[in-house]
């Protein structure tokens, strides 16, 4: 279990418990907190769950695979810090993660 | 919010109707949202049915689109189980199963499609299935193990990932195929022939060419496929998968108007202004294409979703978006984007024996679909080259040594 908090583009927090094994987007999706489309469900098929990893979390979210670093290529506004929040898996070493979204998801 | 309110009453809990009604709150809607089904569970995810949970890679919590408490903590009334047996537009009311009525405001109609069966013999025994809710899948799941024997009728994308699937659980795998090639209405080469020697390489039979004439049974459970040419293809199990059939009776019966589907308008709007439809039972335009077309996908659902919320609620329209769709089979992301309509020439782009590749559908020197194997630039690009229908050197497309950000540049 860790606690995430989500930031919205317009700053609008959002602070939820998300269970260990889900992924960062699955914790959004499943609180209905918006900015995170997550088309494909999951898949990396979309690039549709595009957050930005606040700077203390880096290197505790890893490394994204080479599928995910293609697809996020060409995601609007990427940045050195983006990531697909489908590839995260929750774990206790992620408590206090903060993801910020970006204006739009297309 | 008051009881007595009508509000948005949604008929279809699947992928569509159940992003509809969390958009709606997610946009700020106050009134009554009532969402009925016929399946007795909430909202779920379907294509990781012949994927991903197929494989045993993900469970049945994972598949729910949101938590069974999500809906009453926004408001949202679950009506499931229950089949909506009438529409009365003038009226605005819907008529469920038994006799109970409710009245809307506005309706979403979200009924989807169901799976087309085939109309032969020995269609009724057990062990032919259909793959399109989390019961049929749960049905096909137990019946794929070592030693067992799955055929296939159809080898579409369901087939084919329920194939890959099977043969991850150790089961046999036939595929029987009515056309001369796999995958024949919807791609074309050399995707096609990848895909079945990538599929016998892994141990899947396929018969293409192949007229389904029977099924035969022993003790009323299915034990062999007869076809047109007299041979017989012994089995456990038989999963057809030759399309679907849009569960647009209700809208028809009620007077709408309807084209083998709800006819809508790129507002998701259906000729009654209090009526909207969307997702696998909609008839819409693809302005892009400039036409009235069927699709098939999450990706449709959501759009659809977005497009009647933001129209109820009286935000802007969504952009419009280049439909998209993906598969998932063995170690292969496969990446669709566009429709190939009007293409004149294709463009392979990246070697087919590397297994990472794509396919491009142009018109002229304009992109219009394309087929994306473990190519993720490819289908990423591709897809922003479809919408904005900038001219691109189809030379340049084709050499991998000039980058999709530089082709696209």
């Known amino acids: 279990m860790a606690r995430i908090t989500y930031i919205e583009h317009d700053g609008t927090e959002h602070v939820v418990e998300v269970k260990n094994g889900l992924s960062v987007m699955e914790g959004a999706v499943k609180n209905n907190i918006p900015g995170i489309d997550a088309d494909c469900g999951g898949a990396c098929a979309c690039a549709t769950c595009h957050v930005y990893v606040g700077e203390a979390w880096r290197d505790k979210t890893g490394t994204p695979s080479a599928m995910e670093e293609s697809m996020l290529d060409f995601a609007e506004n990427v940045e050195p810090n983006s990531r697909l929040s489908c590839q995260i898996k929750v774990s206790d070493e992620l408590e206090g993660l903060i993801v910020t979204m970006p204006e739009s998801q297309h | ?409």
């Open chain 2, 1 to 409: 919010m008051s009881e007595t309110e009508a509000g948005v009453v949604i008929v279809g809990a699947g992928h569509a109707g159940g992003t509809a009604a969390a958009l709606l709150r997610q946009y700020g809607y106050q009134g009554r949202v009532t969402l009925m089904g016929e399946e007795p569970i909430p909202p779920y995810q379907r294509p990781p049915l012949s994927k991903a949970w197929l494989k045993g890679e993900a469970d049945a919590d994972s598949l729910m689109l949101k938590p069974h408490s999500f809906y009453e903590g926004a408001g949202i009334e679950l009506i499931l189980g229950v089949k909506v047996t009438g529409l009365a537009r003038s009226a605005r009311v819907v008529r469920l199963e038994g006799g109970a009525e409710r009245a809307y405001e506005t309706l979403i109609l979200a009924m989807g499609a169901r799976a087309r069966t085939l109309p032969i013999p020995g269609a009724e025994l057990t062990g032919v299935m259909s793959l399109r809710t989390a019961a049929d899948a749960e049905t096909l799941k137990a019946s794929l193990r070592p030693g067992r024997r799955l055929a296939v009728i159809g080898g579409g994308y369901i087939g084919l990932e329920a194939a890959a699937s099977g043969r991850a659980l150790g089961a046999e795998v036939v595929v029987i195929e009515r056309e001369a090639q796999i995958l024949a209405r919807v791609a074309k080469d050399p995707l096609c022939s990848f895909l079945t020697e990538y599929h016998r390489a892994r141990g899947v039979a396929f018969e293409v060419g192949a007229r389904v004439e029977a099924f035969e049974g022993e003790g009323g459970h299915v034990s062999s496929v007869r076809l047109g040419d007299g041979r017989v293809i012994s089995c456990d199990a038989v999963l057809v998968g030759v399309g679907l059939v849009r569960n647009d009776e209700l809208a028809r019966e009620s007077g709408l108007e309807c084209v083998n589907g709800v006819v809508v308008d790129e507002h998701a709007r259906t000729s009654d202004p209090h009526v909207f439809a969307i997702g696998d039972v909609t008839h819409r335009p693809i302005p892009l294409y400039d036409r009235m077309f069927w699709l098939e996908s999450v990706a449709n659902a959501l759009e659809q979703a977005k497009q009647a919320a933001a129209a109820i609620v009286g935000r802007p329209a969504p952009a419009q978006e280049v439909t998209w769709n993906w598969s998932d089979q063995y170690d292969l992301k496969l990446q669709f984007a566009g429709l190939p309509f009007d293409a004149d020439d294709i463009v392979v782009r990246g070697d087919p024996a590397s297994a990472k590749f794509a396919v491009f559908h142009l018109r002229g020197d304009i992109l219009r679909s394309l087929e994306a194997v473990n190519a993720p630039a490819e289908f990423m690009a591709g897809r922003q080259l479809i919408g904005s229908q900038r001219p691109i050197s189809r030379a340049r497309l084709a050499d991998v040594s000039v980058s999709m950000k530089e082709v696209a540049a």
